[in-house]
């Protein structure tokens, strides 16, 4: 998306309130833009603090086909309590790799081809077919050491924006902010989950560690992220692309004054 110098907008908003980033997004960009969430804690913050702006926004949410029920039910009782506009997508074909000559499920066998079969690809269909150019997400620097670097807006490499107002919150911000707002969360946060993917213990179990609340995601591997996060440009890549743009502008100068 172009015409937004994200360099200047991180700055500009580095010690902004969360509802002063959501106002901007939806004064400058919106209907042009949407939030993606899969209903957990900081999701349900987030979804909090949009609905007051902007009740209509388009959340999506990915329907993997592997959530577990309670993802599901928590989904719907949110939609019903908060009048949420929720779009559920998810893959195209039916679960990879369950078919009866193919016993052994994707996750097992090559869990990140698993996400970005029933996560990642399906986001991307929407995303080559919608007009939407900026996508909200609860994501958060404290979550894991891949996220520690990210910015509250970041581009992608598509080039769409992504915006991350609660990057700077602490678990412990997030948690007491649903305690004092009294909202509701998601069940399984009762029964010692911290993190909640999908249902497979290969995929989510309850967190090993309290210090590392996504320690309970592919507890047996070295995967830490789905992939839906993975495609975000660094902010050194940022000023590479910025210090190109400069010196294709000057080179063009240059070549209209000869
Ligand atoms: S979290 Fe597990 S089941 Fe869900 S898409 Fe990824 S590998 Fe597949």
Request: hydrophobic share 30%.
């Amino acid at each position: 998306m172009k015409g937004y110098d994200l360099t200047k907008l991180n700055m500009q908003f580095r010690h902004a309130r969360c509802e002063d980033v959501i106002s901007w997004v939806m004064e400058k960009i919106y209907p042009d833009a949407a939030m993606i969430s899969s209903f957990q804690a900081s999701g349900v913050v987030l979804l909090d603090l949009v609905r007051d702006i902007q009740p209509d926004l388009p959340v999506f949410f990915i329907d993997t086909g592997y959530h577990f029920p309670e993802t599901l039910e928590f989904r719907d009782r949110l939609i019903h309590e908060w009048k949420l506009n929720v779009v559920t997508i998810g893959p195209e074909t039916k679960k990879k790799g369950t078919s009866k000559e193919n016993k052994e499920p994707l996750y097992k066998k090559d869990p990140d081809l698993c996400c970005r079969t029933h996560k990642v690809e399906p986001l991307k269909r929407l995303k080559k077919r919608s007009q939407i150019t900026a996508w909200l997400s609860a994501l958060r620097r404290d979550q894991n050491s891949n996220r520690e670097s990210m910015n509250m807006f970041m581009h992608d490499q598509k080039g769409h924006i992504r915006i991350h107002p609660l990057i700077h919150w602490s678990r412990n911000k997030i948690w007491q902010h649903i305690y004092a707002k009294r909202l509701p969360f998601h069940p399984l946060y009762d029964q010692g989950y911290t993190s909640i993917g999908c249902f497979p213990p290969e995929c989510t179990t309850r967190g090993v560690s309290e210090k590392r609340p996504r320690s309970g995601r592919w507890p047996d591997s070295d995967k830490t992220e789905c992939g839906l996060h993975l495609d975000l440009v660094k902010e050194e890549e940022e000023a590479w692309v910025q210090q190109l743009k400069t010196r294709e502008k000057k080179s063009e100068k240059t070549k209209k004054q000869v």
